[in-house]
């Protein structure tokens, strides 16, 4: 069965830190790109980040670069968005999706190839 289930999410204050989860079950991470999405209120949702274990490609957009970090728990195939220096501008629901058509990360998400979603976990930044 073909499953991403999320949870982590949490009220943070500005300038912490709060990792995400993606539990990913029926799924090959080593040939299936895992990204991470997210959708802030009133706005439409946003590749930010990516991982294609395939041949070690990644992405981050500008907006969570060098704050933002993917990681695997190879034995629980897990997922992981570990995100530091929150800023109120990263509150969105965040969502993980696999997309599986084996390309590697590039540089424009491409949100319609994402055919696997998770939930989503809220993620709010606020003092």
């Known amino acids: 069965q073909f499953r991403l289930v999320q949870s982590g999410g949490a009220l943070v204050r500005p300038g912490g830190s709060l990792r995400v989860s993606c539990e990913v079950s029926g799924f090959d991470l080593n040939t299936n790109s895992i990204h991470w999405v997210r959708q802030a209120p009133g706005k439409e949702r946003e590749g930010i980040s990516c991982f294609f274990w395939r041949d070690g490609s990644t992405y981050y957009d500008v907006l969570v670069k060098d704050r933002f970090t993917m990681s695997r728990d190879n034995r629980e195939n897990i997922v992981y968005l570990q995100m530091n220096d929150l800023k109120f501008d990263d509150t969105a629901v965040y969502y993980c999706?696999?997309?599986?058509?084996?390309?590697?990360?590039?540089?424009?998400?491409?949100?319609?190839?994402?055919?696997?979603w998770g939930d989503g976990t809220e993620v709010t930044v606020s003092s």
């Open positions: 999706a696999l997309d599986p058509r084996k390309l590697t990360c590039g540089e424009f998400p491409d949100l319609a190839g994402m055919n696997y």
